[in-house]
């Protein structure tokens, strides 16, 4: 931990070695943790990896968007600096515009990621809009998502290539299922780092307003649409809880209005106040051995608050699955030399 706050060029306070985990959602992290633990997870990634190469993705991203730089797009070239300095991350991960009306942002590449933006994202939001989402891209680069998010785009392209196998509709079709389902949480994860980078839960919130459908912010009732989240959290009918559950299913990213509110309420919490204040993880403490059962550990607890806060009758089914997953992880973990690694062994995610 440490008090010192940094303050960057542009005034906004900046975070020396911050981890990850400052800024992490426990069920992100024990999503992941659990994710691991899928039998034949690791082999898949691995026999993945080696069917595709990285340097042809960068490639096509260079021959077909621009690339941004102090003479291509220099105002969003300023955003990718301020916002690789708030997280401290370097290199700085190359971000390109790519022709699309579409509003989408995303971070693809194992060894060296980098970011792709819309046209139809850049045109839409105003600068602490464009800081907040690339700074949110940068969080998933400093988290290692984008492994794992590549990993899911060429699984997906792999299953619609074999959609005659049988393969496709067990193997691949279960571990394609669970990363959907771990990246949704990612998503939230990353949100909050793009509010340690824009440092502005208001031009965060308009952006989730826009892409929600608020074709103008300041037509838009903000205590009225974060009331929407809160009656679609509250359900007490099984047949809308289960009508929840298929609305999500096959979506990577979470409901625009529920992600708005999670965020809100995390920039009104201590720990986004501690961050602020200098007070965070730095990434030189720590430990794989220790992060790895503390991840299983937040995350069951996650589990259970969220339980005790929702009236949804499908909430305790799934706390129960929850806490037994990260349970059930957490033993594998033991088990399996989890208690005997030190800091520097290998992640039980490698793929090398």
């Not at 290692?144 to 699984?155: D, E, K, P």
Request: proline share 5%; with cysteine.
């Amino acid at each position: 931990m440490t008090d010192d706050v940094v303050s960057g060029s542009n005034g906004r306070i900046r975070f020396p070695g911050i981890s990850p985990r400052a800024y992490e959602h426990p069920v992100d992290r024990g999503a992941l943790a659990t994710l691991r633990t899928i039998p034949g997870f690791a082999e898949v990634l691995k026999a993945v990896a080696g069917f595709f190469s990285e340097r042809g993705e960068r490639l096509m991203a260079l021959a077909s968007s621009i690339r941004v730089g102090e003479k291509q797009y220099p105002e969003l070239n300023k955003l990718r600096l301020e916002c690789a300095q708030a997280l401290d991350i370097s290199p700085v991960p190359n971000i390109f515009v790519a022709q699309d009306p579409s509003v989408s942002a995303y971070t693809i590449g194992m060894d060296e990621p980098f970011i792709v933006l819309s046209t139809g994202l850049v045109e839409l939001l105003d600068t602490n809009g464009l800081r907040f989402v690339i700074g949110h891209e940068m969080g998933h680069v400093l988290s290692g998502h984008a492994v794992y998010r590549t990993m899911l785009i060429r699984l997906i392209n792999m299953q619609m290539s074999m959609s005659w196998t049988p393969v496709s509709a067990f193997g691949l079709r279960a571990v394609i299922a669970a990363l959907k389902e771990w990246y949704r949480k990612s998503e939230l994860s990353c949100d909050r780092a793009g509010l340690l980078c824009g440092q502005d839960p208001a031009a965060a919130l308009r952006v989730h307003v826009l892409l929600a459908g608020g074709i103008d912010p300041a037509r838009i009732d903000i205590p009225s649409f974060l009331q929407q989240a809160e009656e679609y959290e509250s359900v007490d009918d099984i047949r809308d809880s289960l009508l929840k559950l298929r609305n999500v299913e096959h979506m990577s990213h979470p409901l625009a209005v529920v992600r708005a509110a999670q965020l809100q309420k995390w920039a009104a919490s201590e720990d986004y106040r501690a961050i602020l204040a200098g007070q965070y993880p730095r990434r030189d403490a720590d430990s794989p051995s220790s992060t790895w059962s503390d991840d299983v550990k937040s995350a069951a607890k996650s589990y259970k608050d969220s339980f005790s806060n929702s009236t949804d009758p499908l909430a305790k089914v799934f706390t129960d699955v929850g806490e037994a997953l990260s349970g059930a992880a957490g033993k594998v973990w033991s088990k399996f030399g989890g208690g005997n690694r030190t800091n520097g062994d290998a992640d039980p995610s490698a793929t090398s």
